[in-house]
Structures are given as C-alpha cells and as structure tokens.
C-alpha cells in the first residue's frame, strides 16, 4: 500500500488539465444556444432593452424637408453684393411648425426660426448675430456668406430607405427616439426568454423562516433574482429544492415545461448529496465543465427537452461570477442577439495581488479615480468564494488573466465594472 494519498484533480489545484478555458466555454454557449424564435409587436416604449426582428428601414426623410438650424433670416446668396454691405428688406416670419407661406424675391429676407422650413427663393440662413436692423427695419448683411449656410437638409439624419436598426439589436433609449422621429409607433421585437431558477441543498432556509443549527439562509436566489430583473426576461422563482434525487427530477421536469432557460445553484460538485448529475442525465443531455476560472470551476451545461439547462456552483460569490460571465452570454444569445463582452479598463492596483498562473481569475475590487483621473482598484478584503459582502462592497472585479502570476502594489490591472456599480 502506498503510504501517500494521490488526489484527484478539485477546485483547489490551481491548474486542471482537463478543465476548458473562460473562451472556449463562451464558444460552446454560443453555439449551442439557439435564439428565441417567435416575436410580438409592441409599442416603442416597451422595446427598451428588447431585440429588434427585422431591420428598420426609414419610410421618409429625416428631416423631412430643409429646416433652419439657426435663428436669423433666410435669404437668398444671390441678393448679396460682392463686397461690402447689403440691405435687405424683410416680408416675413418662418416659424418651426409654422413656415412662411409666400414666396422670398432678390432683395427681400424672411425673418426665421431654428427648425422652421426653408422659405420658398432662399438658399441660406444668416445667423441673427451677423445681421444689423436698421431703423427702418431694414437688415443689413455682409458679403461674406455662402449658398446652404445654416440650412439642416432634407435626410441629414436619415434618408429614406436607408437601414436605422438592424435585425438583431437590443435597443437603447436612443433607438427609441429615432423609432419616433421616423413616426413608428410600434415595432416587432422578439419575445422575453422566460428564466427560471432554484437553489439546491437540505440546508438552506428562505428568508421569513426560523434558522434551526445547520441551517443557512438562501442567498443564491435573490442575488439571481436581483441580476435577472435587470435584464429583459420573464422569471420564475422555483425556490429551494431539497438534496434528493426525486425532489430534482421533479423541479426540473416542470422547469423544462415553462423556461427557456434553466438556473440551478448547488449540488453540481462531486458530494454525496449533489443530485444535479443523475437526474440530469436521466432527463437531457448534458456535459459537465471544469472552466480555468476562480472562483466557479465546475458549470453544468446541458439541456432538457426544448430548455437549456445551467448548473451553477453554490458558493454565493460564484454563482454571480459564474452568471456574469457565461449566464449573461447565453441569454443574449436566447434573445436574438449578438454576445455582448464585459469591458475592460486599465487600473493601478493599490496593493499586491497573489495569483496562481493557470486559471483566469475574478477578485473583487472597489475603483476610484485618483487625482489625475486614473483608474485605481484595492480588493474589497478577504476572497474566498462564500464571502459575499465582498461582492456587495466591490463595483468592480480584479479580472487576472490565465498566465498572470500576481500582481505587485502599482502595477496595471484589467477591471471589469458591475453594471450597478456605485
Ligand atoms: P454545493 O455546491 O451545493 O456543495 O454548495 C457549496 C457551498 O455553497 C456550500 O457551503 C453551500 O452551503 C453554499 N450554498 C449553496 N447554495 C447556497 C445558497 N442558495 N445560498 C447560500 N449558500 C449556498
Ligand atoms: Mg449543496
């Protein structure tokens, strides 16, 4: 017998040859993942944050016709003198919604508004400040002006027929203000994924119920739940669900009939009471991943019937790691639309940062702006994965690449922002 123990690869190695990299899981999520496919019509106020099905072709003109960007007065360049001073007589007033209606001859100006249609005989706007009135009302203008000066063109902004939105983007609060300025009402965008999730295991307790000895309160879901509503998709609370085999093909049988995507926290390491395995290799298909990452090595990836299927780790600081860097991408995919990638910025670390080359790791960190408006990132105290309050007074995580070897006080870090940092 050998009197020494060899172990088997865990999470506590800090390289595992069999374990995949943070790019290569990214890659399986985005081909494995299909979009959503039916779409409904909605107004354009609730198409914030939704994916665009088709893409928007502009039905007319933006502007539609030539408009003043200027207050001052329309005239035409040709009433001008070639040097020195001209006076003009002015006929009128254009306002924004109310042009002039008549025609403006060689010698005559017509007084105008910023966003008021170019008067009929005019092919420039002088600005208010480069005129002089007369004390007969008579404007007086200068030579040095040109054919278009201050005029806004018709399709400046857009031009008919040309492509505003393409098919396949989530749209912004600026998209829905050039939906309104082509006058669309309403817009075909893809349907919400529905999400839904649990947490795993015998000893956790819900908040609003007595902790018995043993006993933990669920974290995992509403730190789940508080990421998920911020993202359009419909969820589901599925709730604790209890360290046994029946319990987990039961939640998981109705989850797969009502979500488009699945959300389990827990029970997918390698403990006796880890019951995501079995019965997801009784109901689906899945694969188990070992990624090079800290903290969250071990995702579940699968799918059940028409659902896709992700086995998160337990511990609460993995699971949000774990959800921003590959849940997130999946649920772009789910929407329709393209992956989106965190991005990085470049901090001075305040202090030394230890690392172990081989695993892409996510500390968290607190960024402030030092006096020269760089970045600069302390770590918010001790590390280990269960330690949630260092992810509730972190904005940011410390992101240390694969063949980082650790950081001294003053190097350059990438950094990654929560997107409700404070
Ligand atoms: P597991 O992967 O199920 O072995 O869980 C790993 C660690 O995370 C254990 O210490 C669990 O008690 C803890 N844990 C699992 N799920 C939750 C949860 N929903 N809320 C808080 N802690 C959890
Ligand atoms: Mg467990």
Same mark, same amino acid.
């Given at each position: ?159 008919? $027929? ?8 989530? =749209? ?65 609370? =599925? ?27 827990? $029970? ?15 109901? $689906? ?13 071990? =995702?579940?990836?699968?799918?059940? $019937? ?21 849940? =997130? ?94």
């Amino acid at each position: 017998m050998d009197d020494k123990i060899t172990p088997d690869p865990s999470c506590a190695d800090p390289f595992d040859p069999n374990s995949i990299s943070l790019a290569e899981a990214l890659e399986r999520i985005e081909q494995r993942v299909l979009p959503v496919h039916a779409c409904e019509r909605l107004p354009i106020r609730e198409c914030l944050d939704r994916v665009n099905n088709e893409a928007v072709k502009s039905p007319h003109n933006v502007p539609p016709r030539p408009n003043s960007a200027m207050d001052g007065f329309a005239i035409s360049i040709d009433s001008l003198a070639a040097s020195g001073i001209t006076e003009l007589e002015q006929i009128g007033t254009a306002y924004a919604g109310k042009p002039y209606e008549g025609s403006c001859a060689r010698g005559q100006c017509v007084s105008i508004m910023t966003g008021a249609l170019i008067p009929e005989g005019t092919d420039a706007v002088i600005m208010q400040e480069q005129a002089e009135i007369g004390d007969s009302g008579e404007v007086r203008i200068d030579s040095d002006h040109r054919v278009g000066e201050n005029i806004r063109d018709a399709g400046e902004d857009i031009e008919q $027929g040309a492509t505003v939105i393409e098919a396949g983007v989530r =749209l912004n609060p600026a998209d829905l203000g050039v939906l309104a300025s082509l006058g669309l009402s309403q817009l075909q965008v893809k349907r919400k994924p529905v999400v839904a999730f649990f947490s795993t295991g015998d000893e956790l307790v819900s908040v609003g119920e007595p902790l018995e000895p043993g006993k933990i309160y669920d974290s995992n879901r509403y730190s789940l739940h508080g990421m998920l509503s911020r993202m359009a998709v419909d969820i589901i609370d =599925l709730g604790v669900v209890r360290d046994d085999l029946e319990s987990m093909r039961e939640v998981l049988t109705r989850a797969s009939t009502q979500a488009d995507l699945i959300i389990s926290t827990g $029970g997918v390491s390698v403990g006796e009471a880890d019951y995501i395995k079995p019965a997801l290799e009784e109901l $689906g298909t899945t694969e188990f991943w070992k990624i090079a990452i800290k903290p969250g090595r071990p =995702l579940t990836f699968g799918q059940i $019937g028409a659902s896709i299927f992700m086995g998160l780790p337990g511990n609460p600081v993995a699971v949000m790691v774990t959800f921003s860097q590959f849940v =997130l991408p999946a649920i772009d995919v789910l929407s329709g639309a393209s992956m989106r990638r965190p991005a990085l910025f470049r901090a001075r670390a305040l202090e030394a940062l230890r690392k172990k080359p081989g695993r892409y790791e996510f500390q968290r960190g607190i960024a402030t702006l030092d006096e020269n408006n760089q970045w600069q990132v302390a770590r918010t105290g001790k590390q280990g994965s269960g330690i949630l309050t260092s992810m509730s007074r972190a904005n940011c995580f410390i992101v240390l690449p694969d063949e980082n070897t650790g950081v001294a006080a003053g190097d350059e870090v990438d950094i990654q922002f929560f997107d409700w940092s404070r």
